[in-house]
């Protein structure tokens, strides 16, 4: 049986030219759209894009947010929250009901089906990332994911852009 990803772009095999070695840009900006379009293929059948992913995965663990703390967790302004909470609103993968202390709030939480489509969304995903991490040990692995995750907290929320998917979803 193929995997998921056997749909997706090859992996690059070229060496990184030399004059590039040090330029951190280059080096997170090339394998980030790698694995972004790899995932943008592998979710499309499941009618998702990768930030769809991360809004129903925070859902999952943390439970019902407003969208006002959905956007501070994923580093999304409030309009781009708004479109993809519309998005997994219209395939009822999410809902939003009314907040019990804030009336000028809504709060945002998964469906029965919105659970189902993270797991098999999740599954999609770490088969891409073990793939995708496959030249790394176990502990350059958990020290990139540290690391990423420590560059991540400075990161200042921003716009995802819809271009970036057109035509991805839906």
């Known amino acids: 049986m193929a995997s998921h ?4 772009l090859p992996l690059a ?17 090339r394998p980030a759209t790698l694995v972004r379009e790899r995932a943008q293929v592998i979710l499309k059948p499941l009618r998702l894009i990768p930030p769809h992913f991360g809004v129903l995965s925070i859902l999952k663990k943390e439970g019902p ?19 993809l909470i519309d998005h997994l609103e219209k395939e009822r993968l999410v809902r939003r009901g009314e907040h019990p202390k804030d009336r000028r709030a809504h709060l945002v939480e998964l469906s029965r089906s919105g659970r189902a489509a993270q797991a098999r ?10 793939e995708f991490l496959a030249p790394l040990s176990k502990t350059e692995r958990h020290d990139l994911k540290r690391l990423l995750g420590k560059l991540f907290r400075n990161v200042p929320t921003q716009c995802i852009h819809p271009k970036l998917f057109e035509g991805k979803h839906a």
């Open 5 to 8: 990803t056997d749909r997706a």
């Open 13 to 29: 095999t070229e060496a990184l030219p030399a004059a590039l070695h040090g330029r951190i840009g280059y080096l997170l900006n």
């Open 65 to 83: 947010m407003t969208q006002k703390a959905l956007g501070e967790a994923l580093k999304v302004d409030p309009a781009t929250m708004v479109w």
């Open 121 to 130: 969304a999740a599954r999609r995903l770490d088969q891409l990332e073990d």
